[in-house]
């Protein structure tokens, strides 16, 4: 692994070990040469994807790119990073699994709309403005009215009392 500070080549791994999910391994690694140390982390990928735009360009998908989009939405809200991790791993986990190599740009941004919604109301509004390019207030009207109506669904009634008596 290349040095981040000098690119050495000759860096070594102090300590390894797995992440919190198991779904990675986190290893701290030191370089010789300059001293500097710095952490990578090794994931598992089952295929090499390809992201098709809508314009129908092809990009490398990044995993990267996927993290900090999410982390855009959810800046300044109070979710916990291993959720956010838990749906990121999901997320390329379906990718990957679903058995196609290329992966339209907006099966990923659908994917990342749905795991948001399920994970914080007001981010999944915030990347939606973005992803569905709100150009006027009543985008906004109509997609807090989906979310109104879907929690409206979601609500289960309460149980009849069983009187066994």
Known sequence: MRCP????????????RPTDDSASIRRRRV???CGGRFTTFERVQLREL???????????????????????????????????ERMVNGIVRQLESSGEADIASSAIGELVMEGLKALDDVAYVRFASVYKNFREARDFE????????????????????????
């Open 5 to 16: 500070y000098c690119g050495s080549l000759d860096t070594q791994v102090k300590d390894s």
């Open 50 to 84: 390809t992201v098709v735009k809508r314009s129908g360009r092809r990009t490398a998908f990044d995993r990267d790119k996927l993290q900090t989009s999410i982390d855009i939405a959810l800046r300044k809200r109070a979710v916990a990073p291993e959720r956010v």
């Open 142 to 165: 109509e997609i807090l009215g989906q979310l109104s109506a879907d929690e409206e669904e979601g609500a289960v009634a309460p149980s009849p009392v069983r009187n066994d008596d």
């Open 31 to 33: 370089c010789p040469d």
